[in-house]
């Protein structure tokens, strides 16, 4: 049985697009499952996503299935219990023993980390993840850190990406303001 807890729009700040996603509970863990809808390269993209973790967030699955331009996407993501992960059945290399996915085309798996980690205010801790690229579409690592500056305040750290910004978040754990990409349109927690 599935228990809906929050919802959340979001509106992207560096190209046209939206993304709305609904964060559940189930029996034996969470889900997230959302649709992005923005311009990629020039061309219409739309990307149904869903993220199966367990009940310590830690990801078991991932599905993406969409569309650039003309082109049909489908990819499954599987994390075994060994901490192997696949994408469309293809072992991946470079991310085995790593817990978390984080889709390249959403703030929703950020979500993740911050509620897999439950920081403290004042703590902080490496958080790398198995990062679904967009639009190359492959699972590489993504060295990141977060901190808890307060309740509502992470300071997050991605250095491939050059990226070092303060994250403001919904008590859910949703990132509600994403500095440059990302900016919550509305919710319900």
């Keep these: 049985m599935k228990q ?5 729009l979001w509106h992207r700040l560096d190209v046209d ?24 390269d020039g061309k219409p993209c739309c990307l149904g996503y869903e993220v199966i973790c367990d009940v310590g967030w830690r990801t078991r699955s991932a599905r993406i299935d969409g569309f650039l331009g003309t082109s049909k996407l489908h990819y499954a993501i599987e994390r075994d219990s060994d901490g192997q992960w696949t994408l469309n059945g293809e072992v991946q290399q470079g991310v ?19 509620r897999r980690y439950g920081l403290g205010i004042g703590e902080a801790t490496p958080a790398p993840a198995a990062y679904l690229t967009f639009p190359e ?5 993504l060295d990141q850190t977060y901190r ?32 440059g990409l990302w900016r919550s349109a509305a919710a319900s927690d």
Excluded at 17 to 40: M, P, W, Y
Excluded at 148 to 173: C, I, M
Aim: aromatic letters at 10%.
């Design 148 to 179: 808890r500056l307060d309740t509502v305040r992470y300071a997050y750290a991605a250095p491939v990406f050059g990226y070092d910004e303060t994250l403001n978040v919904s008590p859910h754990g949703f990132v509600v303001d994403y500095p």
């Design 137 to 141: 579409l492959s699972l590489v690592r």
């Design 17 to 40: 697009g939206h993304d709305a996603c609904l964060l559940s509970q189930t029996n034996v863990g969470h889900s997230l499952e959302g649709q992005a809808i923005f311009i990629q």
């Design 4 to 8: 809906e807890t929050a919802s959340i």
């Design 96 to 114: 085995d023993g790593l817990v978390d996915v984080d889709l390249g085309f959403t703030p929703a798996s950020n979500l993740l980390a911050i």
